[in-house]
T-cell receptor, first 117, second 110 residues
Framework: GAVVSQHPSRVICKSGTSVKIECRSL??????MFWYRQFPKQSLMLMAT?????????EQGVEKDKFLINHASLTLSTLTVTSAHPEDSSFYIC?????????????FGPGTRLTVL | SQQGEEDPQALSIQEGENATMNCSYK?????LQWYRQNSGRGLVHLIL?????REKHSGRLRVTLDTSKKSSSLLITASRAADTASYFC??????????FGAGTRLFVKA
């Protein structure tokens, strides 16, 4: 199946700093990418949907100024957690959906574990 | 978009037994997908079943879909310890978003 990578896989940062997480589709062009957040023993919560070249659509309750999403190309989306606080510590997972022939299936990245001290 | 609800929330079985988990949803769908998540990892796509299909197989996995009851089931036959994971269903309507339920936590005892 298609491959989606995330970088970094794990990051620890100090409170108040910003962290950027990259999501790449390695062998297909992702017209749409999704960002999810998952707290321990809970399900994935959709944060936002981004389409290449346009602004991301955020789910209710997700602060767009705090979680900046950029989908600059068909293979790369980035999530920047600005002024991170301990409550932002979570597992962030991206997924990508491709073009013709790939629109029905979402492929997920391995996730990024963010710890804010 | 809509959310699938998995049942049971947790399931514990012996290695070699079959595991069945169910998914219910509320409105008509285009397709329904099942995913597996190992602890601390991303999701792995297992199988997609379209709304005009009733059953689909992939290795030890069997998925059924009953659109009249708005439900799906995932059967894992001859389970192995490595099948221990959380399983999520994702019904997809005409909208584009995949919303996940709480999942079923499967524990296979060796």
């Amino acid at each position: 199946g298609a491959v989606v990578s995330q970088h970094p896989s794990r990051v620890i940062c100090k409170s108040g700093t910003s962290v950027k997480i990259e999501c790449r589709s390695l062998d297909f062009q992702a017209t749409t990418m999704f960002w999810y957040r998952q707290f321990p023993k809970q399900s994935l919560m959709l944060m936002a949907t981004s389409n290449e070249g346009s602004k991301a659509t955020y789910e209710q309750g997700v602060e767009k100024d705090k979680f900046l999403i950029n989908h600059a190309s068909l293979t790369l989306s980035t999530l920047t957690v600005t002024s991170a606080h301990p409550e932002d510590s979570s597992f962030y997972i991206c997924s990508a959906r491709g073009g013709a022939g790939e629109t029905d299936t979402q492929y997920f990245g391995p996730g990024t574990r963010l710890t804010v001290l | 978009s809509q959310q699938g609800e998995e049942d049971p929330q947790a399931l514990s079985i012996q290695e070699g037994e079959n595991a069945t988990m169910n998914c219910s949803y509320k409105t008509s769908i285009n397709n329904l997908q099942w995913y597996r998540q190992n602890s601390g990892r991303g999701l792995v796509h297992l199988i997609l079943i379209r709304s005009n299909e009733r059953e689909k197989h992939s290795g030890r996995l069997r998925v059924t879909l009953d659109t009249s009851k708005k439900s799906s089931s995932l059967l894992i036959t001859a389970s192995r310890a490595a099948d221990t994971a959380s399983y999520f269903c994702a019904p997809l309507t005409g909208g584009f978003k995949t919303i996940f339920g709480a999942g079923t936590r499967l524990f296979v005892k060796a």
